[in-house]
T-cell receptor
Framework: DAGVIQSPRHEVTEMGQEVTLRCKPISGHNSLFWYRQTMMRGLELLIYFNNNVPIDDSGMPEDRFSAKMPNASFSTLKIQPSEPRDSAVYFC??????????FGDGTRLSIL | RKEVEQDPGPFNVPEGATVAFNCTYSNSASQSFFWYRQDCRKEPKLLMSVYSSGNEDGRFTAQLNRASQYISLLIRDSKLSDSATYLCVVNWGPKTSYDKVIFGPGTSLSVIP
């Protein structure tokens, strides 16, 4: 079975540019999560969706970050404009209600 | 008090040793508990769920103490391949936000030949 699929695997871009990260959850999972991981702050929940509806976005750092889930099989996390402090690994995860989360391979983002 | 706390380690143990990790959580309404492992530069992967009565999976044993709000993970007969960071994960309720979980900061384990 296909797991959570994220793209791109790596992204290097200059500050000020728009960055779009993509995620395809596991089929049948109704919750989707976006996380950011850095050495300093560990794994932080940014936002999560249940049945394509954003439930909790309290972890989204600021207005530069936005996330959408137009349907059950696709979500995006967008950063505009990007800044060097956004450099991190961004993970997408999905789960069935109340179940354990399954993570994608992550996107390693570097903002120069 | 932080939401989920773990001893960061690192724990350096010889092969074959038994090692135990503890994790405390602050939300008494939490209902689901998990242990994940994360290898360097990889994604977190589910190791095991933690059930109220405690549960075992091979060399791994998980325990839950609701009264004291902590969970534990015991690894017996450590292998080199057990070297990783172990993350304690607690769901955060309330029911309207049931799927939200909090990851602990992780405990680093190095198993030494």
């Amino acid at each position: 079975d296909a797991g959570v699929i994220q793209s791109p695997r790596h992204e290097v871009t200059e500050m000020g540019q728009e960055v779009t990260l993509r995620c395809k959850p596991i089929s049948g999972h109704n919750s989707l999560f976006w996380y950011r991981q850095t050495m300093m702050r560990g794994l932080e929940l940014l936002i999560y969706f249940n049945n394509n509806v954003p439930i909790d976005d309290s972890g989204m750092p600021e207005d530069r970050f936005s996330a959408k889930m137009p349907n059950a099989s696709f979500s995006t996390l967008k950063i505009q404009p990007s800044e060097p402090r956004d450099s991190a690994v961004y993970f997408c995860a999905s789960s069935q209600h109340g179940g354990a989360q399954h993570f994608g391979d992550g996107t390693r983002l570097s903002i120069l | 008090r932080k939401e989920v706390e773990q001893d960061p380690g690192p724990f350096n143990v010889p092969e074959g040793a038994t090692v135990a990790f503890n994790c405390t959580y602050s939300n008494s309404a939490s209902q689901s508990f998990f242990w994940y492992r994360q290898d360097c530069r990889k994604e977190p992967k589910l190791l095991m769920s933690v059930y109220s009565s405690g549960n075992e999976d091979g060399r791994f044993t998980a325990q839950l103490n609701r009264a004291s709000q902590y969970i534990s993970l015991l690894i017996r007969d450590s292998k080199l391949s057990d070297s990783a960071t172990y993350l304690c994960v607690v769901n955060w309720g309330p029911k309207t936000s049931y799927d939200k979980v909090i990851f602990g900061p992780g405990t680093s384990l190095s198993v030494i030949p």
